[in-house]
């Protein structure tokens, strides 16, 4: 079981992060088995104030190496005082591997975690001995958002939603009024209360993708929404992609590629699809890889999915 300190009646509203003075380099490392919504492996954070090439002060948190993400001070402090050298960096990385305690579980060993720990945190300090902390970070992500950012104006206004309130939501241009469901998914909601099958549940905790349906406008899993977010919003499940008897062209081209075998992955692959190419209407390949991310298929090996995806930008 997942457990917080909050209380029943609590809700986090807010987390305020103070500005990083002049000065500060930061790098983030994470092993996953797959790049997004994957549980991490082995992560680490690395956070240094620097003066003129010398460390001045050092944080280094270890994640999925230990009960709780931890710091690892041996390491910090080794790093104080010091340029980053080659010996300085592989000390401070070896330091924090013995000072982290993982175990062995279905994701990796835990000799396996402690050995990427130091490459890991090796590598890290050296992307930041070199100035390259930004190399991989694409200058555009592919967002599922189709295009701008929620909070940039598409999304309405927070709305509250009593306990005994009724749930008044569109679903595919419909309106539909919920008097039951309140304690469900929206992924339940839509599927048990609304009757709308099409979108699927594969791990109903935000791993697969099937459950994958626009809210007022943007890609989300289902799954992890809880039902009363529908009030009051525009939602858009794969029964509404066709259009007045035409299938969309990510249906067409699914159907064109032979992208599928048994189907149950499909729903979430074409709600991603369409909204990929809302975004990006002539994607590049990776940017087809970085959008279709949050889905898993176990039948297909994907290629042919990824061709349809070029393929419905062909068809437009
Ligand atoms: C597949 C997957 C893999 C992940 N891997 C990692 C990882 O490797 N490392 C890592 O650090 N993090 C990972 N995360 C993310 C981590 O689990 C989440 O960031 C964290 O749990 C989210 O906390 P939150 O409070 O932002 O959650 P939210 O998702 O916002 O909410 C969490 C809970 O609160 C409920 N809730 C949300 N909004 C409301 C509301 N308005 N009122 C009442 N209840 C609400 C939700 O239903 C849910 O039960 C992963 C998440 C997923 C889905
Ligand atoms: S069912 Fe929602 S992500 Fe798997
Ligand atoms: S076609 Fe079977 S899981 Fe994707």
């Avoid at 970070?137 to 295009?147: I, K």
């Avoid at 993708?209 to 289902?222: E, I, N, P, W, Y």
């Amino acid at each position: 079981m997942r457990k917080t300190v909050m209380r029943p009646d609590e809700l986090v509203v807010d987390i305020a992060f103070p500005s990083p003075p002049p000065g500060t380099r930061s790098a983030f490392y994470k092993l996953g088995l797959r790049k997004a919504q994957a549980i991490s492996v082995v992560n680490a954070a690395i956070v240094l104030q620097m003066d003129e090439g010398v460390v001045q002060t050092a944080n280094i948190t270890l994640g999925s190496v230990a009960p709780t993400v931890i710091h690892a001070p041996e390491a910090e402090r080794s790093l104080v005082g010091k340029t980053l050298e080659e010996e300085v960096i592989e000390r401070a990385a070896a330091l924090a591997a013995e000072e982290a305690s993982p175990i062995d579980d279905l994701r990796g060993s835990a000799a396996y975690r402690r050995h990427m720990l130091k490459v890991g945190v090796r590598r890290t300090l050296q992307r930041l001995a070199e100035g390259r902390e930004r190399e991989a970070m694409p200058e555009h992500p592919v967002t599922l958002w189709g295009g701008e950012p929620p909070r940039a104006g598409k999304a309405p206004a927070a709305c509250e939603h009593p306990a005994t309130g009724v749930i008044e939501t569109t679903i595919n241009g419909r309106s539909y009024r919920f008097t039951s469901g309140f304690d469900k998914s929206l992924l339940r909601l839509l599927r048990e209360e609304a009757g709308l099958i099409g979108t699927k549940e594969g791990c109903a905790e935000g791993e697969c993708g099937a459950c994958t349906v626009f809210l007022d406008g943007v890609a989300v899993m289902s799954c992890l929404v809880p039902a009363p977010r529908a009030h009051g919003a525009e939602i858009v499940t794969v029964e509404g992609l066709a259009q007045d008897g035409a299938l969309h062209p990510i249906q067409q081209a699914f159907i064109e590629e032979g992208a599928v075998q048994c189907g149950y992955c499909t729903p979430g692959f074409l709600m991603s699809g369409a909204k990929l190419l809302e975004e990006r209407p002539t994607p590049r390949r990776e940017e087809i890889l970085e959008g279709l991310t949050g889905n898993l298929c176990r039948c297909t090996g994907y290629y042919k999915i990824i061709s349809a995806v070029e393929r419905a930008a062909e068809l437009g």
